[in-house]
């Protein structure tokens, strides 16, 4: 009974693809012969592909389907992080963060680096900044 389900939630997936097909093909006619861009076609056509993506999961995952990444370490690096008690995934983690942070900080370093003039003002991005803060 739930395979029927899926399926349906599949092909109700696929014929929200088509529609969106339809939609962009619709605003390319519209814009490029007509003169006549939309404003709610792209929004529309996000709202409906993630729709799709999420109605068909459940079958793809049931079918085996699902994309997988395998991930290539080295042996030793592996025999390493098993006799030290740090998983792969946690190494993995770690070194993630500190690519995160890292980045954070040359982004701060390249900002204060560049010399801009004074009639030009630069704001940092609103992310990195602390809630209160100027």
């Known amino acids: ?17 088509v529609t969106v097909s339809g939609l962009i093909g619709y605003e390319v006619v519209a ?9 709610w076609i792209l929004d529309v056509s996000i709202y409906l592909t993630m729709g799709a993506t999420f109605l068909a999961a459940g079958h793809t995952l049931r079918a085996g389907a699902h994309i997988r990444m395998d991930l290539k370490l080295p042996q030793t690096l592996i025999s390493a992080l098993a006799a030290s008690g ?4 946690t190494f993995i983690l770690a070194v993630s963060m500190i690519f995160l942070f890292l980045g954070d900080f040359l982004e701060v370093v390249s900002i204060t680096l560049i010399t801009l003039p004074s009639s030009i003002r630069f704001s940092r ?9 100027r």
């Open 125 to 133: 991005p609103c992310r990195s900044t602390r809630s209160g803060s």
């Open 31 to 39: 814009r490029y012969l007509f003169n006549a861009p939309t404003t």
């Open 1 to 17: 009974m739930i395979d029927r389900w899926l399926e349906r939630l599949a092909l109700l997936g696929g014929v929200l693809l």
């Open 86 to 89: 740090i998983g792969p995934l």
